[in-house]
């Protein structure tokens, strides 16, 4: 087949698996279990650093990044961020392509995922674009319990009241939220950071899969890491697949003992 735009060659994959992929291909390449995964997904420079030149991962990001950003997105049933990467990355209503809507419609599937917003201080506007341009009312996951600041948000959201690890004081409980959002229905979690968060849930060893792009960019400075903790915490992760396009690798890992 003649390569698409921002052509993607499967290097590691499922048997059978070769050469340029369309996008039917990369949806199965990157097919959830079928009991769901919580997923983590980032960018990264060769370097390690989680933010391009410009203090943002979206600097780093390339043609074969974005077009497989979308599809982990036209999978996922909630796209869940931290409330800071929101404002970093200038999140807004969280809506997927004409070609997402539609393909997740023919299979009986809401045309947008949720968009999920973790706050620990419940630092939000309500008045947000995050809020009033989504398409599907947002979760607010928070560990925060006061009614009076709960009740805007419960106006334009659902709100998920998270209790903290009872290890790690001042944190959510990862695995709790795991559990609350499978009981909304949500079994295919697609998280797209930032670093704190990821440092979190890697701390609690509460994901399933990473998928991390490797920009082919060198950074240097001071960069931080695409996880971010005072806690070491090593997972062994076995590789599922490796897929190149234009010195971009996007590569996908599941924990060698999943969770789901």
Excluded at 32 to 37: S, V
Aim: proline residues 7%.
């Amino acid at each position: 087949m003649n390569a698409p735009s921002a052509a993607i060659r499967s290097l590691l994959g499922p048997e059978g698996e070769h050469g340029w992929l369309d996008d039917e291909q990369l949806l199965a390449h990157y097919a959830y279990p079928a009991n769901g995964a919580f997923r983590l997904n980032f960018v990264a420079s060769v370097d390690g650093a989680a933010t391009g030149g410009d203090g943002r991962s979206g600097s780093l990001g390339t043609a074969a990044d974005h077009r497989v950003f979308e599809l982990l997105r036209r999978l996922a049933d909630l796209v869940l961020v931290g409330a800071g990467t929101l404002r970093d990355e200038g999140y807004v209503g969280l809506r997927v392509s004409e070609a997402s809507v539609a393909w997740r419609e023919a299979r009986g599937r809401p045309a947008h995922p949720t968009l999920g917003i973790v706050s620990s201080r419940l630092a939000l506007d309500p008045k947000h674009e995050m809020f009033a341009d989504a398409p599907v009312p947002p979760i607010v996951v928070t560990p925060v319990s006061d009614p009076e600041r709960l009740a805007p948000f419960r106006e334009v959201a659902t709100v998920l009241t998270v209790p903290e690890h009872p290890d790690r004081p001042g944190t959510l409980d990862v695995t709790e939220l795991r559990a609350m959002l499978r009981e909304l229905g949500h079994s295919e979690v697609l998280c797209e950071g930032g670093p704190t968060l990821f440092g979190e849930i890697n701390a609690q060893g509460a994901f399933d899969e990473l998928c991390l792009t490797v920009s082919p960019a060198l950074v240097g400075g001071q960069e931080g890491r695409i996880a971010h903790s005072e806690t070491l915490a090593q997972h062994p992760l076995a590789l599922a697949g490796v897929l190149e396009c234009d010195h971009t690798l996007l590569l996908h890992y599941r924990r060698s003992a999943g969770l789901s």
